[in-house]
T-cell receptor, first 118, second 109 residues
Framework: GAVVSQHPSWVICKSGTSVKIECRSLDFQATTMFWYRQFPKQSLMLMATSNEGSKATYEQGVEKDKFLINHASLTLSTLTVTSAHPEDSSFYIC??????????????FGPGTRLTVL | AQRVTQPEKLLSVFKGAPVELKCNYSYSGSPELFWYVQYSRQRLQLLLRHISRESIKGFTADLNKGETSFHLKKPFAQEEDSAMYYCALTTGGGNKLTFGTGTQLKVEL
């Protein structure tokens, strides 16, 4: 099946610094990728939809200047948490939509990135 | 706007007992429904989707448009079924997934 990777798997940073998280589709081209945030024992909250070659679409309440998304190629999307603060500590998960499924709309998820801001 | 409701945060059953994880949705159009599973320390993975009408690992789910439900069922629970289960909906066309809050299934011996 389709595989999505994320890097790094975990990162610890100081408050005020920026952190970049990569999401790659390994064996398919993804025109659309999604970024989620998951708090402990809670569901996934969609942050933004990333479309290759165009600006990301952010969900209500998500600061686009704080969570920069770039989808420069069909296999790579990046999420940069700028000027990170402790409240940004969370589990960030990306998913990629495999368009080869025809009318079946399936997203494949990365393993997630644990961000801890000190 | 669409919404997915999973009323149970935790469901505990004994091995060999039947399992039913409830999922209800609200959407005025024709949605696509999915069940995703997250085993301990693993990524979220697709379990099944209504459009495929498939049975995966003994699990089935039928879309009931009248009751706007997509309950996940398995006749005999196994220990390895213990995991977090999420019901999700999309309106199709590459649109975003809307997740329910998830149900933790615990299968006890």
């Amino acid at each position: 099946g389709a595989v999505v990777s994320q890097h790094p798997s975990w990162v610890i940073c100081k408050s005020g610094t920026s952190v970049k998280i990569e999401c790659r589709s390994l064996d398919f081209q993804a025109t659309t990728m999604f970024w989620y945030r998951q708090f402990p024992k809670q569901s996934l909250m969609l942050m933004a939809t990333s479309n290759e070659g165009s600006k990301a679409t952010y969900e209500q309440g998500v600061e686009k200047d704080k969570f920069l998304i770039n989808h420069a190629s069909l296999t790579l999307s990046t999420l940069t948490v700028t000027s990170a603060h402790p409240e940004d500590s969370s589990f960030y998960i990306c998913s990629a939509r495999d368009p080869s499924g025809g009318n079946v709309d399936t997203q494949y998820f990365g393993p997630g990135t644990r961000l801890t801001v000190l | 706007a669409q919404r997915v409701t999973q009323p149970e945060k935790l469901l505990s059953v004994f091995k060999g007992a039947p399992v039913e994880l409830k999922c209800n949705y609200s959407y005025s159009g024709s949605p696509e429904l999915f069940w995703y599973v997250q085993y301990s320390r693993q990524r979220l993975q697709l379990l099944l989707r209504h459009i495929s009408r498939e049975s995966i690992k003994g699990f089935t789910a039928d879309l009931n448009k009248g009751e706007t439900s997509f309950h996940l069922k398995k006749p005999f629970a196994q220990e390895e079924d213990s995991a977090m289960y999420y019901c999700a909906l999309t309106t199709g066309g590459g649109n975003k997934l809307t997740f329910g809050t998830g149900t933790q299934l615990k299968v006890e011996l």
